[in-house]
């Protein structure tokens, strides 16, 4: 599967949007981008993915660029409870669909 | 709807003792079933994954097994703990199909190893 590459840690305003961009340049034509977050102590909460189209649903928005290359993961009116770990992964939905994390973005929403 | 189970979800054992994990989801068939780690202040490392039962796939060497007795059934397993098997232990699942494969995970447990 594709590596990607996120921002250590990102600082948002309350109310505001929080922007968090995905680097996955080496991705391949049957690699879907997935994101997850994780609150301190429990377990991974899924987002949203997609594959080439831009996608939304009520947690967030997806923004895929043309090329596949990067992507963003938009909160649209972050909250406090939005502070979490956010994690950008690039997996292939053929055979078992295992998701490799690395180290993730930590989203800090601040009053 | 889908919904999945962990038990237990805080576990302190001493070392050189067994472990048993145990994962159940409810609401699907046939879905690929997974065991994940993250150690304290580590990212989350994939260690065994089930496409069907009695099939087992490890990612890493280790101190730990796991069984898939039945359909949604899986179970983490060690004969002897290690200081180093300290960590949250997460069951996951997911069912194959058009549009990608979301897996979901459980709430997870808490392994302490003294």
């Known amino acids: 599967d594709a590596k990607t590459t996120q921002p250590t840690s990102m600082d948002c305003a309350e109310g505001r949007a929080a922007n968090l961009p995905c680097n996955h340049s080496?991705?391949?034509?049957?690699?879907?981008v997935y994101w997850y977050r994780q609150i301190h102590s429990q377990g991974p909460q899924y987002i949203i993915h997609?594959?080439?189209n831009n996608e939304t649903n009520e947690m967030a928005s997806l923004i895929i660029t043309e090329d596949r290359k990067s992507s963003t993961l938009i909160l649209p009116h972050a909250t406090l409870r939005d502070t979490a770990v956010y994690y950008c992964?690039?997996?292939?939905?053929?055979?078992?669909?295992?998701?490799?994390f690395g180290q993730g973005t930590r989203l800090t929403i601040n009053p | 709807s889908q919904t999945i189970h962990q038990w237990p979800a805080t576990l302190v054992q001493p070392v050189g003792s067994p472990l048993s994990l145990e994962c159940t989801v409810e609401?699907?068939?046939?879905?690929?079933l997974y065991w994940y780690r993250q150690a304290a202040g580590r990212g989350l490392q994939l260690l065994f994954y089930?496409?069907?039962?009695?099939?087992i796939s490890s990612e890493v060497p280790q101190n730990l097994s796991a069984s898939r007795p039945q359909d949604r059934q899986f179970i983490l397993s060690s004969k002897k703990l290690l200081l180093s098997d300290s960590g949250f232990y997460l069951c996951?699942?997911?069912?194959?199909?058009?549009?990608?494969?979301?897996?979901?995970f459980g709430e997870g447990s808490w392994l302490t190893v003294v």
């Open positions: 996951a699942w997911s069912v194959r199909g058009a549009g990608g494969n979301t897996i979901y």
């Open positions: 080496t991705i391949s034509g049957n690699e879907y």
């Open positions: 997609g594959l080439k």
């Open positions: 992964i690039v997996s292939s939905s053929q055979g078992a669909q295992k998701l490799v």
């Open positions: 609401g699907t068939s046939n879905p690929n």
């Open positions: 089930s496409v069907g039962i009695g099939q």
